[in-house]
């Protein structure tokens, strides 16, 4: 099976950097995914990665060692709008040969003027 | 992106009735859709995937007999909570699958309470 651990709860300030870590283990892996749910809505995507490196994609930056069985989400210049839970998510393939995406534990985000 | 609606987004039920929650994908075929289950403050569990023409396959811990998964289109899946009880009282959420960069679209979820 997967398992995914992230930090439960980050505060930072607005216009500050803030890094999220996810840890992972996995019985096959195609690649890490990271989420963003606001309050009572639904998730929306924000990254994808592959293959070892950092990929960015505006404020926001993703990385994965898959070595290390670690990736993690880079926000910068935080605004107030990006308070949120972040969701990393692992795909990979399930007992039935298709191709499924668990979730991790999430990390509550809270930026502070 | 592809858009995913679902629908009801909100539902209140007694306990022992049962209640339909449907997700339409709108832009394109998704042969595949996915049940995800979210409890307050914590992480999306899928609950089962489910496929076009055929049966849905589940979760470890699913019961298939009270959640019933029905996929008779390419556009739409629905989701039975047989029986409900309090405990089953969540925020249900089902997704689509870009088949090019894997990424999720999910509805805008179903909040259900079991009274």
């Known amino acids: 099976g997967q398992s995914l651990e992230q930090p439960s709860e980050v505060t930072a300030v607005e216009g500050a950097i803030v890094q999220i870590n996810c840890t992972y283990q996995t019985s096959g892996f195609y690649g890490l995914s990271w989420y963003q749910q606001h309050d009572g809505g639904a998730p929306t995507f924000l990254s994808y990665?592959?293959?070892?490196g950092l990929e960015e994609t505006g404020r926001f930056s993703s990385f994965l060692s898959r070595s290390d069985s670690y990736g993690y989400l880079l926000l910068q210049e935080l605004q107030m709008k990006d308070s949120a839970s972040y969701f990393c998510a692992v795909r990979a393939p399930n007992s039935g040969g298709y191709q499924k995406v668990t979730f991790g534990t999430g990390t509550k985000l809270q930026v502070i003027p | 992106g592809a858009v995913v609606s679902q629908h009801p987004s909100w539902v209140i039920c007694k306990s022992g009735t049962s209640v339909k929650i449907e997700c339409r994908s709108l832009d394109f075929q998704a042969t595949t859709m996915f049940w995800y289950r979210q409890f307050p403050k914590q992480s999306l569990m899928l609950m089962a995937t489910s496929n076009e023409g055929s049966k849905a396959t589940y979760e470890q811990g699913v019961e298939k007999d009270k959640f019933l998964i029905n996929h008779a289109s390419l556009t739409l899946s629905t989701l039975t909570v047989t029986s409900a009880h309090p405990e089953d009282s969540s925020f249900y959420i089902c997704s689509t699958r870009d088949r090019n960069t894997g990424e999720l679209f999910f509805g805008e979820g179903s909040r259900l309470t079991v009274l």
């Open positions: 990665n592959a293959l070892d």
